[in-house]
T-cell receptor, first 109, second 114 residues
Framework: DAKTTQPTSMDCAEGRAANLPCNHSTISGNEYVYWYRQIHSQGPQYIIH???NNETNEMASLIITEDRKSSTLILPHATLRDTAVYYC??????????FGAGTILRVKS | DVKVTQSSRYLVKRTGEKVFLECVQD?????MFWYRQDPGLGLRLIYF???????EKGDIPEGYSVSREKKERFSLILESASTNQTSMYLC?????????????FGNGTRLTVT
């Protein structure tokens, strides 16, 4: 099962774009990349997912490199409420999402 | 929006008690999951169910059992609670499809066993 590598923490100024990177160099051809976030004392919240094409929804954009070995989650205009732990996950076999340590994003005013 | 509801946000139980954690989802999802989350260990899968009365062990099933009598409800049971089961418990659901639909999580139950 593919594993992911994310920076431990990042800071972002309020109103600016937050770009969160993720490496998944061992991803296989049929595995999707998922992003979740978790605000303290709440359950993980689904953000976005993709296979090979870039994706955008009301929350964020997902950019996946052509070789699929890395991806970037973009929050276009970060707010203080976006402060959370962000998890990049590659879908493992058998419905088992494997969560890593994630990136602590701190949005500062 | 998908709603996954866990019956309790906080629970305090004594060692040896039988504990029931309840989870209900309102989107007619076939697949339901129980995870526990601990600092430094991330989320670990305890059990999952892909249909009524069906269950599969996850990575850490020891000390737990589950029940899925109705499609919308998935219960996690601690037969005899122990202090090492103090944790945040998270329920999630997902539809049965080609397998790329995301999991949707509840807000968790923080269980303390004393």
């Amino acid at each position: 099962d593919a594993k992911t590598t994310q920076p431990t923490s990042m800071d972002c100024a309020e109103g600016r774009a937050a770009n969160l990177p993720c490496n998944h160099s061992t991803i296989s051809g049929n595995e999707y990349v998922y992003w979740y976030r978790q605000i303290h004392s709440q359950g993980p919240q689904y953000i976005i997912h993709g296979l090979k094409n870039n994706e955008t929804n009301e929350m964020a954009s997902l950019i996946i490199t052509e070789d699929r070995k890395s991806s970037t989650l973009i929050l276009p205009h970060a707010t203080l409420r976006d402060t959370a732990v962000y998890y990049c996950i590659v879908m493992a076999r058998g419905n088992k999402l494997v969560f890593g340590a994630g990136t602590i994003l701190r949005v500062k005013s | 929006d998908v709603k996954v509801t866990q019956s309790s946000r906080y629970l305090v139980k004594r060692t040896g008690e039988k504990v029931f954690l309840e989870c209900v989802q309102d989107m007619d999802h076939e697949n339901m999951f129980w995870y526990r989350q601990d600092p430094g260990l991330g989320l670990r899968l305890i059990y999952f169910s892909y249909d009524v009365k069906m269950k599969e062990k996850g990575d850490i099933p020891e000390g737990y059992s589950v029940s899925r009598e109705k499609k919308e409800r998935f219960s996690l049971i601690l037969e005899s609670a122990s202090t090492n089961q103090t944790s945040m418990y998270l329920c999630a659901s997902r539809p049965r499809d080609r397998g790329n639909s995301p999991l949707h999580f509840g807000n968790g139950t923080r269980l303390t066993v004393t």
